[in-house]
């Protein structure tokens, strides 16, 4: 179906079609290197970011360490009474900006064997400092932050809380101190102080990652301590969102978070939906996690800017292409168009019409100026060949006309003398062209003596058609009562030779028959031999003594000899158009063929033997075209035997 | 118009006196607390009311906010309230104690009160709990543990749990106590998965103690059965409308937990409701209609607190049971 559409069209396909796959393979390959590398960067920039972030709390969680772990050591190694250590607990309170509260919590009769607890707490739960006896509220012997260390035996961060009052998160630290107890190192309480976690609140609430890329903080059971969505914050741990959402790989994520690994993973965003890439960091002296978000969309954004605009240049300069090639196009195909309706009319005969025109020195040019030529070229040899056509119909009814005289100028009428039945003659010419060089004739040269002439000019077509009238003008003129046939041909050789620039030259065999003898005295210039047909009898050619062609040599010698015919004896006469008369394989018809021939139809009348060996050269050459006249006459002696 | 304006307005409020009027007559006014905060724990009485299902029933009631300030036995004693939910442990012993109590419907009928172990650290049968140091809730709590400790001649370390879990999850007791609507859930939530749990469940182990039921106090309930009753039928209404409307009953606990100031997890309390009703609906074995306290449960849990030397003697069930089940029935 391509097959019939135009080259316009074809082009205007393959174009745009190689050049749209060339564009979208160099698009997707860019797109793709650039996505990676953007993605890598990003990578690396996240891993900055959430490292940074996790120092930076890691830093401020090691310096609230510091305060309950030096009291420790203090505590282990030096006495104290009551009110050192309350002042002790005053003062950590008070030099230490970033402590809302410590307190200092004994085993039951630890500090002194008549009180079962003893747990002083300074806070600061405005700008005064204030005071309060933890074990009057509740029994801490049983608060997580207690028990929690003293099982571990080692300092503690306690999962996040909501402070007295709500609204602020904070966390405590605490660490199990000892006594040596006669060498024995015995438990005896926990110093605990608590901080607010505003300070990573807002570390965490600080990094923002491109628009909506966020961190956020899990504590050791994966409860979320800070995050962009207030209702999160306390409320819900990781993995009763991934319940919520129905997400084992959040839960998987979850578990790694909590159990203190790291790592690069695909997460949808919690508070957009958006696909994001998340990186995920332990906090190592609490063994909370940080997380910050990437939107992948937002990632790639600016190539993703970029690429639908190239992606619109891409399909603009298509467009613009295909335009190209189809104005490329026409000023190729409108020409070809055009020259080829002309070719038409030029097919039609209409040489005349005008091309049109083409400007281009290119392929489309020089094939307009190829069509002008050859439409120009034709011209001309139609011209000529018109001409040529004209002139050769001229000189072929000419020929014809020649032709017309040439047989006009032989005796055609038989049988020519009616009134005499002592012989008989047939004869019959079949030229190979319009005019030959053969002819017979026959006369009475007086009231007994019948003159009988065939002859062969040398060459053929008109020059031996023109020699061939003249000689036989000739003879028929020398040809008078009483000269005998060589004196005859003599003459005629003589008057031939006059002027023979071109060397033409005749054999003639000329004949005279005594009608009442039957008696024939003959002179054989230079012609193929007769057959002598004996009525009852052989058949035989009649040998001479071979003399020279008339025309050829002026003071050439001929001679008379003589036969005679007995009543119903007959001589066949013939040019050498009979026997060298050639069939498809240039084979010879020969004397021997022509003898057995006649031999086949002997008895039969003249006429038919000339027409029965006509009819067989015919056959014979059937399949060869006629290459010399052929020329054929009998004379045919009857005596007295027709009266 | 303006007459028109102002006369309709005077039917209106006519109408809406008329009205309370009515249901001042036919209404009785009724107290309820339930054992602790909000929490999908008592799923059914908040969805009764807030449904109207107590009125309905013909009682005006009122839900006092519980919780560990205001213990229900308290208030049911002092008469601050008609109605409490208690454990059936601690009704036994109550009573046995003095207290005219009366059981009116034993809403779970299966313990939820488990204990949990890390498959980590080696725990699969009830024997690898020997020389541990196993997390324990004081009181009524500790019943059952004990119990199970000496059907399966364990020693333990016992040490005190706290309302949080923490400790276990950080490795500080290798067993902690479990609600199986609760701190189950806590556990799964702070990123450990069932299959790394092995879960003690005590009604497996031959110590159903049957949890939360519905008491009132002998005279409330001899004065007039019929509040009593109506209360039980009102409030079953409103579980099995909680269990069928899972969604609906969620987000009416949900409410009256903001409205306490606890914290809410929606998840969580999904899971608390899901267990609530295999707990007050138990599929797997033949059993009474709901709310009903059978002799066997109640023989089972006295016996123990006897063999623990908590109570002297077992109270007569008769008249610890008033069967409201069978009384609305009639």
């Known amino acids: 179906m391509l097959k019939n559409r135009g080259i316009a069209f074809k082009l205007v396909l393959f174009f745009t079609l190689s050049s749209a796959i060339i564009f979208t393979l160099i698009f997707g390959y860019n797109y793709y290197v650039s996505r990676k590398t953007i993605e890598k960067n990003v990578e690396e920039n996240a891993r900055t970011i959430v490292t940074n972030a996790m120092n930076k709390i890691e830093t401020a969680l090691r310096a609230t360490q510091k305060v309950p772990e030096n009291i420790a050591y203090f505590l282990e190694n030096s006495s104290y009474n009551e009110k050192e250590l309350v002042q002790l607990i005053y003062t950590v309170v008070e030099k230490n900006q970033e402590i809302y509260g410590a307190a200092i919590a004994f085993e039951p009769y630890a500090f002194k064997k008549t009180s079962q607890y003893f747990a002083p707490y300074f806070y600061k739960p405005n700008q005064w400092i204030e005071f309060k006896s933890i074990d009057k509220y509740y029994n801490y012997l049983y608060s997580d932050w207690y028990q929690i260390p003293k099982e571990l035996k080692r300092p503690q961060w306690i999962e996040p809380y909501f402070g007295e009052g709500g609204g602020i998160i904070m966390s405590s630290y605490s660490v199990p101190f000892y006594k040596k107890v006669d060498g024995k190192r015995q438990f005896k309480g926990i110093i605990i102080v608590d ?20 961190g956020f903080l899990i504590s050791k059971n994966g409860t979320i301590v800070t995050h962009p969505l207030k209702d999160l914050i306390m409320n819900e741990t990781i993995f009763s969102i991934a319940e919520a959402r129905n997400d084992t790989h959040l839960r998987e994520i979850g578990r790694k978070m909590i159990h203190g690994e790291s790592g690069l993973v695909p997460f949808k965003s919690i508070t957009t939906e958006k696909m994001c890439w998340m990186y995920y960091i332990p906090i190592p002296s609490s063994g909370w996690s940080l997380a910050v978000l990437f939107p992948q969309d937002e990632m790639i954004e600016d190539i993703t800017n970029l690429n639908k605009i190239v992606i619109f240049l891409g399909i603009f300069g298509l467009f613009l292409l295909s335009i190209a090639v189809v104005f490329i196009a026409r000023s190729i195909t409108e020409p070809l168009r055009g020259m080829a309706k002309a070719a038409e009319h030029i097919g039609a005969g209409n040489l005349d019409i005008e091309l049109p025109p083409v400007k281009t020195r290119d392929e489309v040019g020089k094939l307009s100026e190829a069509f002008n030529y050859m439409k120009a070229s034709l011209k001309e040899y139609i011209k000529e060949l018109t001409e040529a056509t004209a002139s050769k119909e001229r000189i072929e009814s000419e020929l014809k006309i020649a032709h017309d005289i040439q047989m006009g ?61 003249l000689t036989k003008t000739l003879i028929k003129a020398k040809a008078t009562s009483g000269l005998t046939s060589d004196k005859i041909i003599s003459r005629v050789n003589e008057d031939l030779c006059i002027g023979n620039d071109l060397n033409m030259f005749v054999t003639v065999f000329c004949g005279i028959l005594n009608t009442r003898t039957g008696e024939i005295l003959y002179t054989n210039g230079g012609h193929n031999p007769p057959l002598l047909i004996r009525d009852k009898g052989d058949i035989a050619f009649v040998e001479g003594k071979g003399e020279l062609v008339v025309g050829v040599m002026e003071d050439a010698k001929y001679t008379t000899e003589s036969i005679i015919l007995q009543p119903g004896d007959s001589l066949f006469l013939y040019t050498d158009g009979v026997t060298e008369a050639m069939n498809g394989k240039s084979e010879l018809f020969s004397e021997e063929r022509l003898k057995k021939e006649i031999l086949k139809c002997r008895g039969e009348s003249i006429l ?26 009998i004379v045919q002696f009857r005596g007295n035997k027709g009266r | 118009m303006l007459m028109n304006i102002i006369l309709s307005l005077f039917l209106f409020v006519a109408s809406l006196f008329l009205n309370c009027a009515r249901a001042e007559e036919t209404l009785k006014n009724a107290f309820f607390i339930p054992q602790w905060s909000p929490q999908a724990q008592f799923a059914g009485y908040y969805v009764a009311y807030e449904k109207g299902i107590y009125k309905k029933y013909g009682i005006n009631l009122n839900i006092l906010p519980g919780g560990p300030s205001s213990p229900s036995v308290e208030f049911l004693e002092k008469g601050k309230v008609d109605f409490a939910t208690m454990w059936l442990s601690t009704a036994i012993q109550k009573r046995s104690q003095g207290l005219k109590l009366v059981n009116i419907a034993q809403i779970i009928q299966r313990s939820a009160l488990m204990l949990i172990a890390k498959k980590a650290r080696g725990i699969n049968r009830p024997e690898d709990i020997d020389n541990k140091k196993v997390g324990i809730w004081g009181e009524d709590f500790k019943i059952q543990p004990t119990a199970f400790f000496r059907k399966y001649k364990l020693k333990v370390k016992v040490i005190p749990q706290s309302y949080s879990v923490n400790l276990f999850l950080r490795d500080g007791v290798d067993v902690a106590s479990a609600m199986w609507y609760n701190e189950y859930h806590t556990i799964l939530n702070a990123g450990l998965k069932p299959d790394e749990l092995t879960t003690f469940f005590f009604h497996e182990h031959g110590l159903n103690f049957p949890e939360d039921g519905i008491y009132t106090l002998e005279k409330t309930y001899k004065m007039d059965p019929a509040l009593s009753c109506a209360f039980v039928k009102a409030s079953i209404e409103g579980w099995l409308y909680a269990f069928s409307q899972p969604e609906e009953a969620l987000d009416i606990v949900l409410k009256y937990m903001s409205k306490a100031n606890v914290p809410a997890n929606k998840v969580h309390q999904r899971w608390m409701l899901s267990r609530m009703k295999d707990l007050v609906l138990p599929v797997d074995k033949d059993r009474a209609p709901v709310g009903t306290l059978t002799l066997e449960d109640f023989m089972r849990v006295s016996n123990t607190l006897r063999d623990d030397g908590l109570i002297k003697k077992i109270p007569d069930f008769k008249s610890f049971y008033g069967e409201c089940v069978g009384y609305v029935e009639k």
Not at chain 1, 200 to 211: E, G, Q, Y
Not at chain 1, 417 to 432: H, V
Not at chain 1, 610 to 632: H, K, N, R, W, Y
């Open chain 1, 195 to 214: 901080v607010s976690l505003e300070q990573l609140r807002n570390i965490v609430s600080s990094i923002k990652v491109l628009r909506t890329g966020y």
């Open chain 1, 409 to 469: 100028i032989l005796p055609k009428r038989f049988p020519p003398f009616p009134d005499r039945d002592e012989f008989d003659i047939y004869a019959t010419i079949k030229p190979a062209r319009e005019v030959g060089g053969d002819f017979y004739d026959f006369f009475f040269i007086d009231d007994g003596h019948l003159c009988f002439v065939i002859a062969d000019v040398s060459g053929k077509g008109v020059p031996a058609a023109l020699f061939m009238t």
């Open chain 1, 608 to 633: 038919k033997v000339i027409e029965c060996i006509m009819g067989e050269i015919v056959q014979f050459s059937l399949e060869a075209p006629q290459s010399d006249d052929i020329t054929m006459m």
